[in-house]
């Protein structure tokens, strides 16, 4: 069994009992308490686990839904490069279904700067008022919105999305696991997602670097559903080859210097 195998197994113990002791899941895995103890640390630095005493417990946050305010000051940056990064992916004219994340946002602000002719089909009502004068054809969900997501959701939403076939769909995700797949924290987002996954032609996933290794409350899909990912930096080794059998496409900036 590999170091990351053992890791999600040790994710899906949190997951079930809340908490884990070492020493049964050495036994359970049957490898040392030693290391454990370091898939453990590992865990507890990711924010999906916090040690205590002999073992550790679920952090609480891994389903939790923090607001689009909060989410959109959150590695800024990164989504930016992932932005620059996106634009070799969407042509003149194309039809492009996108969700309501903020990494997702950026990358529509690159996009409507380079591109014409563009139909954008979103439940994201920051898109919408940012976007409306943009000259692109803006196609809204409807649906219930969420004041705290900014997001239109529930059947209206998903009718609305299986009545077009697009060229893209450009979404993100709370979390990445080599066995869990895409991972959110959002009932309602992630069925929408799915949905926008399925009448793409092509799927793009846009993730930072902190994305990885993680695990969130709700599994989206499974990786062979994808066709891009977009990052801000080469991910590990380990990670690009996970990739590659699945045939996803890695798309990060350059290393400068």
């Given at each position: 069994m590999k170091a990351f195998e053992r890791r999600d197994l040790v994710i899906n113990e949190l997951y079930r009992h809340k908490k884990v002791h070492v020493a049964d899941?050495?036994?359970?895995?049957?490898?040392?308490?030693?290391?454990?103890?370091?898939?453990?640390?590992r865990l507890d630095k990711e924010g999906i686990a916090k040690k205590n005493y002999g073992g550790a417990i679920l952090n609480a946050h891994t389903n939790e839904d923090p607001s689009y305010s909060h989410r959109h000051q959150v590695n800024l940056e990164a989504k930016r490069r992932i932005a620059a990064c996106l634009l070799e992916l969407i042509n003149d004219g194309d039809s492009v279904m996108?969700?309501?994340?903020?990494?997702?946002?950026?990358?529509?602000?690159?996009?409507?700067?380079?591109?014409?002719?563009?139909?954008?089909?979103?439940?994201?009502?920051?898109?919408?008022?940012?976007?409306?004068?943009?000259?692109?054809?803006?196609?809204?969900?409807?649906?219930?919105?969420?004041?705290?997501?900014?997001?239109?959701?529930?059947?209206?939403?998903?009718?609305?999305?299986?009545?077009?076939?697009?060229?893209?769909?450009?979404?993100?995700?709370?979390?990445?696991?080599?066995?869990?797949?895409?991972?959110?924290?959002?009932e309602a987002e992630t069925e929408l997602k799915v949905l926008m996954q399925q009448q793409a032609?092509?799927?793009?996933?846009?993730?930072?670097?902190?994305?990885?290794?993680?695990?969130?409350?709700?599994?989206?899909?499974?990786?062979?559903?994808?066709?891009?990912?977009?990052?801000?930096?080469?991910?590990?080794?380990?990670?690009?080859e996970f990739l590659s059998k699945y045939q996803v496409s890695l798309l990060y900036p350059a290393v400068q210097g």
């Open positions: 899941l050495a036994q359970k895995f049957k490898v040392s308490e030693e290391t454990i103890r370091r898939d453990l640390d996108t969700d309501t994340s903020t990494t997702a946002f950026e990358g529509l602000r690159r996009i409507v700067e380079d591109k014409k002719n563009l139909t954008i089909i979103t439940n994201s009502l920051a898109v919408l008022s940012e976007f409306q004068h943009s000259g692109q054809k803006l196609i809204s969900t409807g649906g219930i919105l969420g004041p705290e997501t900014s997001s239109f959701v529930g059947p209206t939403a998903s009718q609305t999305i299986l009545k077009y076939n697009v060229d893209v769909a450009i979404f993100s995700c709370k979390a990445l696991s080599m066995t869990g797949g895409l991972c959110d924290s959002n032609s092509k799927v793009v996933l846009l993730a930072d670097h902190s994305k990885f290794d993680r695990i969130a409350f709700i599994r989206l899909f499974s990786f062979d559903k994808v066709d891009y990912i977009v990052t801000d930096q080469q991910p590990s080794g380990e990670w690009i």
